[in-house]
């Protein structure tokens, strides 16, 4: 009776194995990339200048400022305040596909860059929360800064969703933007496939609330080249059936389609104020996340 059960756990685990592996591959990447982390953790950042008055801690004076001055003053610090992050991950059927060149499937992919950016924030004591979803919230990671939270996060991107789902996120935003509060990092991790755009423009509701938005598009290469060559049956992988075409008749029209529905896509989210960044599975983790912290950074310093 416990067979199943013994044979989902052992699946799991391997699923989990795999995503550890890869995460660290992943961070590793990243962190060996840079000359000079900016991950360093909470730190305290200088504000201003205050008259020092009988009884201030002397070890704060600036001395310089109060020779030009003439008068002693004191520098004070506030604590840099933690960013808060929300990451969604689309774990619907469309996410299974891999193709015949990427080591992953866009899920695998997804998993690896939610689960590594997790730990990148983490590591600066940041605070992060998980929803992996298709047409529901399959599996939800409550927001914590906590050195656990890691293993619950990579626990959830490994646990099994249902074969074959369909993306809703329109309640799932819903349920996030209730959740997020004020200033939070939104980080939707999806291939964006049969997601309607009207639910894209309502994005703006997370941005017109503070939070900074970004949408990772996870798609394999050979949905970004169609390779494919001579008869060709396709599979619906969120119950579509089956298709069969002539794959060297149907290359143009599909890249001319891809192009007008990538271009939407960008449209749209830049439009609302969400950033957009292609995530192809067979690139390095790495790249997508430096892209994505590099600029989140910029961002911070200057707000």
Same mark, same amino acid.
């Given at each position: 009776m416990n067979a199943p059960s013994t044979a989902l756990d052992a699946?799991?685990?391997a699923r989990l194995s795999n995503l550890q592996v890869?995460?660290?591959?992943?961070?590793?990447?990243?962190?060996?990339?840079?000359?000079?982390?900016?991950?360093?953790?909470?730190?305290?950042?200088?504000?201003?200048?205050?008259e020092y008055r009988p009884g201030d801690d002397l070890r704060r004076i600036d001395w310089r400022a109060t020779a030009r001055r003439e008068r002693t003053v004191l520098k004070r610090f506030e604590q840099e305040s933690s960013l808060k992050a929300w990451l969604l991950v689309d774990a619907s059927g469309s996410m299974q596909f891999r193709g015949a060149v990427a080591e992953e499937s866009k899920y695998e992919h997804a998993a690896t860059l939610a689960a590594a950016l997790a730990h990148l924030l983490l590591r600066q004591s940041d605070t992060v929360a998980l929803s992996v979803v298709d047409s529901a919230v399959r599996h939800f990671v409550p927001p914590r800064g906590i050195a656990s939270q890691f293993t619950a996060v990579e626990e959830a991107l490994a646990a099994p969703t249902p @074969? +074959?789902? *369909?993306?809703?996120?329109?309640?799932?935003?819903?349920? %996030?933007?209730?959740? @997020? +509060?004020? *200033?939070?990092l939104v980080v939707l991790v999806s291939d964006l %496939?049969?997601?309607?755009?009207?639910?894209?423009?309502?994005?703006?509701?997370?941005?017109?609330?503070?939070?900074?938005?970004?949408v990772l598009q996870v798609l394999s290469r050979d949905e970004l080249t169609f390779p494919f060559r001579g008869p060709t049956r396709f599979h619906g992988l969120e119950g579509q059936g089956t298709l069969d075409v002539d794959?060297?008749?149907a290359r143009a029209k599909y890249l001319s389609a891809l192009e007008a529905w990538r271009g939407e896509i960008s449209a749209t989210l830049a439009g609302v104020g969400a950033r957009h960044l292609l995530c192809a599975t067979d690139e390095p983790a790495e790249r997508h996340l430096?892209?994505?912290?590099?600029?989140?950074?910029?961002?911070?310093?200057?707000g």
């Open positions: 699946d799991v685990a890869r995460v660290r591959r992943a961070v590793d990447g990243f962190l060996s990339g840079l000359h000079r982390s900016p991950h360093r953790g909470a730190s305290v950042v200088f504000v201003e200048h205050e @074969a +074959g789902s *369909r993306t809703d996120l329109g309640p799932v935003f819903e349920e %996030v933007i209730e959740r @997020a +509060g004020k *200033r939070a %496939v049969d997601v309607p755009m009207r639910i894209l423009q309502s994005l703006q509701h997370f941005v017109a609330r503070g939070h900074d938005v970004w794959a060297d008749a430096a892209a994505l912290l590099t600029a989140q950074s910029r961002g911070r310093a200057r």
